[in-house]
């Protein structure tokens, strides 16, 4: 079945520095991909998607490109912010009936000034 | 804010106890989707329902039951709870033709005592 896997957390990093959370998928045919953010007693946001190989998303400084050929959508930013402390998922929706979405365990990113 | 409402915010009741926990999705959307979040098993995804009729069941327990109303609110039951059922439930919906964009309510935190 679908299964996405991505790094442990938590992650730990200063204002400024560049923040990599890598996520893997594992499905068959062409999967939409996702990343959804989560702040501290709120629900899941989206944050970008990619629903075919190469597309980019970003949305507020975030990018990841779906690598077809690593099976990948890594998220990146150049220069976090502490406002950007939450836990963040990496997702993909497969080609199966239905519209689920399968999720990673989540990364918790903490950004201190 | 996402637009879809879940309603109670909280909820702490007992073993054997049952609930519900109820969602409104986006204005205009057809599609709601439940899914829960526990310490152990990450984000799961639970049912689907589409303009009414279930459309897609995953990891839902016999013990738990949906269903989505004519003004397309949607509440999911949970019955003989036990202490492993305590997790965040979280409810999203789609808007027609964007099979691949779910928005997320802020979830029902459900504690069993």
């Known amino acids: 079945g679908d299964s996405v896997t991505q790094m442990e957390g938590p992650v730990t990093l200063s204002e400024e520095a560049f923040l990599t959370i890598n996520c893997t998928y594992t499905?068959?045919?062409?999967?939409?991909l996702f990343w959804y953010v989560q702040y501290p007693g709120e629900g899941l946001q989206l944050l970008l998607k990619?629903?075919?190989?190469?597309d980019k998303g970003s949305n507020k400084g975030f990018e990841a490109t779906y690598r077809k050929e690593t099976t990948s959508f890594h998220l990146e930013k150049g220069s976090v912010q502490v406002s950007d402390s939450a836990v963040y998922f990496c997702?993909?929706?497969?080609?199966?009936?239905?519209?689920?979405?399968?999720f990673g365990g989540g990364t918790r990113v903490l950004v201190k000034p | 804010d996402s637009g879809v409402t879940q309603t109670p915010k909280h909820l702490i009741t007992a073993t054997g106890q049952r609930v519900t926990l109820r969602c409104s999705p986006r204005s205009g959307d057809l599609s709601v989707y439940w899914y829960q979040q526990s310490l152990d098993q990450g984000l799961q995804f639970l049912i689907q329902?589409?303009?009414?009729?279930?459309?897609a069941k995953g990891n839902i327990l016999e013990r738990f039951s949906a269903q989505q109303f004519p003004d397309l609110h949607s509440e999911l039951n949970l019955s003989s709870l036990e202490l492993g059922d305590s997790a965040l439930y979280f409810c999203?919906?789609?808007?027609?033709?964007?099979?691949?964009?779910?928005?997320f309510g802020p979830g029902t935190r459900l504690t069993v005592l």
């Open positions: 990619a629903t075919k190989a190469d």
């Open positions: 329902y589409y303009n009414g009729e279930e459309r």
């Open positions: 997702a993909l929706q497969g080609e199966a009936a239905g519209n689920k979405l399968t």
């Open positions: 499905a068959t045919g062409y999967p939409s």
């Open positions: 999203a919906s789609s808007p027609r033709g964007e099979r691949d964009t779910q928005y």
